[in-house]
């Protein structure tokens, strides 16, 4: 009988058979942390707020003098540690999460300062990582913020599209959360095991779980018992 072959991708020193997502957002008028609270009913995930280190400002007063001001700062010299706003320590391993969504608000056309400090300090150690984006602006296109997060998340797998939710759309954005998971994959970068129907490997080499090598390129797994064993750095499910 045909044998099916089941892959989970192997972190160094660990093997999980499900990945983790982190959500990190900001929210100031509250439209993002409703989209979070709606994308958490959807999706297992660990979320962390980002909060200012200074309390009461007023980001919307004198049209948004202050939220521009630390953006212009930032702008001015995006590479020094202080031409960003100070924040509230956030306590959370990065190393323990696979996948990172990032929700953000815009301010004149960038991602919002406290955002961008914590991306500053932290943006080198989602390398390799899943980043997917979520912005909420009144009207603006999302470029700005974009570019921002690349910029501080410089070798980040970066998941498309982003989503784009209007302020209007915010009490409905359960739909338009649903099409977007479904648009980058959402359930396949999770679920940790990718069927593979092929049972002929061009290029591969075969090990027990234990390190042993049992066969080289271009064999058939056909003669293998059921069991589990290490394909290329991937643990591997092989069934009757």
Not at 32 to 59: F, M, T
Request: net charge negative; glycine share 6%.
């Amino acid at each position: 009988m045909k044998k099916t072959v089941f892959l989970s991708v192997m972190m160094i020193g660990c093997l999980s058979s499900n990945a983790k997502t982190l959500i990190v957002y900001y929210s100031y008028t509250n439209n993002v942390e409703k989209i979070v609270n709606e994308l958490s009913r959807k999706i297992e995930a660990e979320v962390v707020e980002i909060e200012p280190a200074e309390k009461g400002l007023d980001y919307a007063a004198n049209n948004y003098a202050t939220g521009s001001a630390q953006i212009e700062a930032i702008k001015s010299n995006p590479d020094e540690s202080s031409s960003y706003p100070s924040i509230d320590p956030v306590n959370v391993n990065l190393d323990g999460f696979d996948t990172i969504i990032i929700a953000a608000p815009l301010w004149w056309s960038q991602m919002a300062a406290p955002l961008q400090t914590y991306l500053f300090h932290n943006g080198r150690e989602m390398a390799g990582k899943n980043i997917g984006l979520i912005v909420s602006s009144a009207s603006s296109g999302i470029g700005g913020v974009e570019a921002d997060a690349k910029r501080l998340i410089p070798e980040g797998q970066f998941l498309t599209p982003s989503l784009w939710i209007r302020s209007s759309q915010t009490s409905s954005a359960s739909s338009m959360i649903d099409n977007w998971l479904k648009d980058i994959e959402y359930e396949k970068l999770t679920s940790g095991i990718e069927r593979v129907s092929n049972n002929v490997y061009p290029d591969f080499t075969v090990y027990t779980l234990s390190g042993k090598p049992l066969m080289y390129k271009s064999k058939s797994i056909d003669s293998l018992h059921a069991g589990i064993y290490i394909i290329n750095g991937y643990k591997t499910y092989i069934s009757q």
